[in-house]
T-cell receptor, first 115, second 115 residues
């Protein structure tokens, strides 16, 4: 079945710097790749997603890139702010892994933005 | 609040007892998912419904777990004969097939502690 690897597990940056989180997936049939932000004690919040027919998507300070050939995708956060501090999860979904609906999540990256 | 809601938010139970959780999806979302999240991990898929039909169950979902969505609206997840290993956050998410069916929005979760 599908497996999603996420790196790094922790990331510390200075306010204003950029942060990059990388994920790889195993099933080439996966075609949907969302990113979630989860603050301590709160629900995962969808922040951006990308589908397999697109190579890059941007929303203000957040961008996601997808390389289908290499089966990896990345989250880029520019001009980081202290409120960006949270755990970020990547996920893969679609017809891969025998499912049409569920998401397979990475283990998360704890991002700390130091003021 | 028009988001996904879950009840109860916290549940403490003794080993061997049965527990039931409820999830109310976003209105008119026809897909509903259950995930389990333990500390330091990403959500793990348990099962999902399209309308009232349960379309997929994870191998993680032992015989002690059962989920229903009788009228295609709210869903319940029951755990029978709880074990300490069942302690986790149980998350519900919903999505709309009509709107593309990919973006999953999570509820606040039910934190289960089995003593």
């Amino acid at each position: 079945g599908e497996n999603v690897e996420q790196h790094p597990s922790t990331l510390s940056v200075q306010e204003g710097d950029s942060a990059v989180i990388k994920c790889t997936y195993s099933d080439s049939a996966s075609n949907y790749f969302p990113w979630y932000k989860q603050e301590l004690g709160k629900r995962p919040q969808l922040i951006i997603d990308i589908r397999s027919n697109v190579g890059e998507k941007k929303d203000q300070r957040i961008a996601v890139t997808l390389n289908k050939t290499a089966k990896h995708f990345s989250l880029h956060i520019t001009e980081t702010q202290p409120e960006d501090s949270a755990v970020y999860f990547c996920a893969a979904g679609g017809s891969g892994g025998g499912s049409q609906g569920n998401l397979i999540f990475g283990k998360g990256t704890k991002l700390s933005v130091k003021p | 609040d028009t988001g996904v809601s879950q009840d109860p938010r916290h549940k403490i139970t003794k080993r061997g007892q049965n527990v039931t959780f409820r999830c109310d999806p976003i209105s008119e979302h026809n897909r509903l998912y259950w995930y389990r999240q333990t500390l330091g991990q990403g959500p793990e898929f348990l099962t999902y419904f399209q309308n009232e039909a349960q379309l997929e169950k994870s191998r993680l979902l032992s015989d002690r777990f059962s989920a229903e969505r009788p009228k295609g609206s709210f869903s319940t997840l029951e755990i029978q004969r709880t074990e300490q290993g069942d302690s986790a956050m149980y998350l519900c998410a919903s999505s709309s097939l009509v709107a593309g069916g990919r973006e999953q929005y999570f509820g606040p979760g039910t934190r289960l502690t089995v003593t």
